[in-house]
């Protein structure tokens, strides 16, 4: 175990792995497995931390047990846990790593171990190239391709990192930063400024008040850090925990505007921004305009307090950091038509959330609950259909039975809405998991796709075509299947299933699973422009993943959506209307 002080998140990884090396092992109990799982569930979603509490404070959480609370406490009190470390030595832990690969569960891991020595990812290639995988039960010759196919994409992601990871430490270390009596100013800037969905790193950009030298020593000695890069008197370079690289630059309050919208990017955006400054006589960089020499008498330095000033300066709008990219919006920016992009508070509701009925985290009413404190006005539940069998899909008499829970607890609300609908399979043939009737006695169905991913793409494209023209279906769920670093998106032709959708009235969803952010940003413009509505749809399997919406917006901003495009930013008594409007159609 590190010396570092432990976090929830500590606590929570060390049950996992427990839970995990005991299936490893062969344990027999199957009980004793889930134990450990629900535990790790259940401590990721207390709001205090765990290195303060008492062994019987531990013992209050709902799904913690005598035997893991005292587990706990031993962790607290020492920092190691004899029992973990114990597993560790029998197994090796890298084994672990192996669950990562796409294609690989427990049970395979162990035979891979048990019969051919597999302890790691290297060791798994090394066999797959050499053809041992072709006479073991439940692999061979094309499971061996796939993979070598999964360890290549390993590799090739091995620097890369989800926004969301990257995030939650560049909000921590600038708001830190911003509480030194030496800084004024401190963001973060980058790709994940962009609102990027993969991130290499994390730029941090400083505004000093006097010299930069306490800012880096403050920086430098931050618990977040393990090891330091590089260090000059302005920047340095570090290693966070977790082998995220982040560099700190420390400059003037009068360059701070300049330095944020370099280190923003994007390469293409700054190199398009210099050639307007030299268009019009200035030199343009990171620390401020410069008059070009043979018109030194001739200029007036402009004066710039902001970001918006260096673009105002060149004749243009301001460019929300989402748009540079160099994909079109200098053009808008000098006709000033950059639309006001959708913001997270612009969201009224949401209608992607799994319960405790299928399988999600949390109750109805816990969902609603934290859907009201984010203070949307609706919320749909969304549990996913009876094919689903991994993801205890509702049968039809299920579905009726939470119907009417919604309804009792619709009935206690003031200005809070849940409605009801349904995560419906997309079957390999483009029917779907629940007949018209079982459909239209619901609020609204969203169809997603969950098995046979490596059709082909006309066949593909054609599934989901025939899915869309179900006049019950009212949103296609994301749209690829893709999981960013872990799984491609399927082949389908998008194009054509934006046309589809535009054809049948079909909302697209923007999956903001930050493992998903599917559909992806760049198809949003043409949805835009074929009036296809977005919804921006959390996909949460618990209370606190409903909060995930926010890498939605994100990634719209990006698709350049306003309030227009996005049909969650309608209220209640409006998306009531549409919903109402779309089974019109359905009944005519």
């Not at 400054?277 to 070009?292: H, I, K, Q, V």
């Not at 198809?523 to 959390?538: D, F, G, Q, T, Y």
């Amino acid at each position: 175990m590190s010396s570092e002080p432990l976090n929830n998140q500590d606590y929570c990884h060390v049950l996992n792995d427990i839970a995990l090396l005991l299936e490893l092992k062969g344990e027999e109990n199957p009980f004793r497995i889930r134990a450990y799982l629900h535990a790790s569930k259940m401590l990721s979603r207390i709001p205090w931390k765990l290195a303060g509490a008492t062994e019987e404070q531990v013992k209050e959480i709902e799904g913690v047990g005598e035997s893991i609370a005292k587990k706990i406490a031993e962790l607290t009190r020492t920092g190691h846990l004899k029992f973990y470390e114990e597993l560790c030595k029998e197994l090796p832990l890298d084994i672990l790593t192996l669950l990562n690969i796409p294609g690989l569960g427990v049970r395979k891991v162990r035979i891979l171990y048990e019969r051919l020595g597999v302890t790691s990812a290297t060791s798994l290639e090394k066999v797959c190239r050499e053809g041992k995988l072709i006479n073991i039960p439940g692999f061979g010759k094309k499971a061996s391709r796939k993979l070598l196919q999964s360890l290549e994409d390993m590799h090739r992601n091995a620097e890369k990192f989800l926004a969301a990871q990257v995030l939650p430490l560049a909000v921590e270390l600038v708001e830190e930063l911003e509480r030194l009596s030496e800084v004024s100013l401190a963001a973060y800037a980058g790709s994940l400024r962009r609102g990027k969905e993969i991130v290499r790193d994390i730029d941090l950009v400083v505004a000093r008040k006097t010299s930069s030298s306490r800012v880096l020593s403050f920086f430098i000695l931050h618990p977040l850090i393990e090891s330091v890069l590089a260090k000059g008197t302005t920047r340095c370079t570090v290693r966070l925990r977790g082998g995220i690289p982040c560099d700190l630059r420390v400059v003037t309050e009068e360059e701070y505007p300049f330095a944020l919208a370099y280190f923003t990017g994007s390469r293409e955006h700054n190199v398009r921004l210099r050639s307007l400054a030299l268009r019009d006589g200035w030199s343009l960089n990171e620390y401020g305009f410069t008059p070009r020499k043979e018109r030194i008498r001739k200029q007036v330095t402009p004066k710039v307090d902001d970001e918006a000033d260096i673009y105002q300066a060149l004749g243009l709008q301001f460019i929300p950091p989402e748009l540079r990219e160099d994909h079109g919006e200098f053009s808008a920016a000098a006709a000033k038509s950059i639309p006001s992009l959708v913001e997270m508070k612009n969201l009224k509701g949401i209608f992607h959330c799994h319960t405790i009925d299928s399988d999600g985290c949390d109750s109805l009413a816990s969902m609603a609950t934290a859907g009201m404190k984010l203070g949307f006005q609706y919320l749909g539940i969304s549990d996913h259909s009876k094919s689903l069998v991994r993801g205890n899909g509702l049968n039809e008499k299920a579905i009726m039975e939470q119907r009417r829970t919604i309804s009792q607890l619709n009935a206690s609300y003031e200005n809070f809405h849940l409605f009801s609908g349904i995560e419906c399979d997309i079957l390999k043939d483009g029917g779907l998991d629940f007949s018209d009737e079982v459909l239209a006695s619901l609020d609204y169905t969203i169809a997603s796709v969950h098995t046979s991913f490596s059709l082909p793409a006309a066949v593909m494209t054609r599934r989901i075509i025939r899915a869309l023209s179900n006049p019950y279906v009212t949103v296609l769920g994301h749209l690829t299947g893709r999981l960013l670093l872990k799984r491609l998106p399927y082949r389908v032709d998008i194009p054509a299933v934006i046309e589809a959708a535009a054809s049948t009235g079909t909302w697209i969803e923007l999956n903001a699973n930050p493992n998903r952010l599917d559909m992806e940003c760049s198809w949003w413009p043409l949805a835009s422009e074929k009036r296809v509505k977005c919804v921006i749809n959390p996909d949460a399997h618990s209370a606190r993943n409903i909060q995930d919406v926010s890498f939605g917006v994100r990634s719209a901003r990006r698709g350049g959506l306003t309030t227009r495009d996005v049909v969650n930013c309608l209220t209640f008594s409006e998306i009531t209307s549409a919903l109402r409007a779309k089974r019109r159609e359905a009944s005519q």
